[in-house]
């Protein structure tokens, strides 16, 4: 039980640090975790996401059925488990709507993270999933389809969905993510970006996967 709280509280201390930091509004955004023995945390809807505490974290098991009964479950649960079946090496998951980021996703523009190191190394590989209703099963099964290549994806016309093997990787790919989206259009402000060379990218891709 202790573990269990410990998680929760987790999960609420970086829903608000999204809500600080400019990362997602009072009612958007959803972060979950995926516990060793398949259910998932997640966070609740209809809740102050700047003050959430962690008795505002609900829990389900994997097929969607709710262990939580005072608590109404974000509306993109089934989201979360799509991608937790596609990707059994991750164990959290953020989505939120960052401004910069999502102003990519709007426009159907990816972010160039070749732009940096910190934000190749960090982020990887994003892929786009294709506009879909949020909180519908096509919205989960588009965006569980991309996530398959990728640690990110841009919910086109929504937001923007991150995966990790622990919560604080999930979060600090969205936030890298976010620097590398206002870099990119500062960037193209002052005549462009220079993005690195393929044997650059290939360098940084060695150093990560030793």
Do not use: W
Not at 36 to 48: H, R, W, Y
Not at 166 to 178: K, N, T
Request: proline share 3%.
């Amino acid at each position: 039980m202790n573990e269990l709280n410990h998680f929760k509280k987790e999960i609420a201390y970086f829903m608000r640090r999204l809500y600080k930091r400019g990362l997602t509004t009072t009612s958007g955004g959803n972060i979950s975790i995926k516990l060793p023995n398949g259910m998932v945390l997640i966070t609740a809807s209809q809740t102050d996401k700047g003050r959430m505490k962690a008795s505002d974290v609900g829990m389900t098991d994997k097929h969607g059925r709710s262990l939580s009964n005072k608590l109404k479950l974000s509306m993109e649960t089934g989201m979360h488990l799509a991608v937790y079946k596609n990707r059994p090496d991750v164990h959290a998951i953020v989505h939120a709507h960052p401004p910069l980021a999502t102003s990519f996703a709007v426009a159907h523009k990816s972010i160039n993270v070749d732009l940096m190191g910190e934000s190749r190394a960090v982020v990887g590989k994003i892929a786009t999933a294709p506009y879909q209703l949020m909180g519908t099963l096509a919205l989960a099964e588009a965006v569980a389809a991309e996530i398959t290549t990728a640690n990110a994806v841009l919910l086109a016309n929504h937001g923007v969905l991150t995966v990790g093997k622990s919560l604080l990787e999930a979060f600090d790919r969205l936030e890298v993510l976010e620097s590398c989206a206002k870099v990119e259009l500062l960037s193209s402000l002052i005549g462009g970006a220079q993005p690195l060379s393929s044997e650059e990218v290939q360098a940084i891709d060695k150093l990560m996967n030793t």
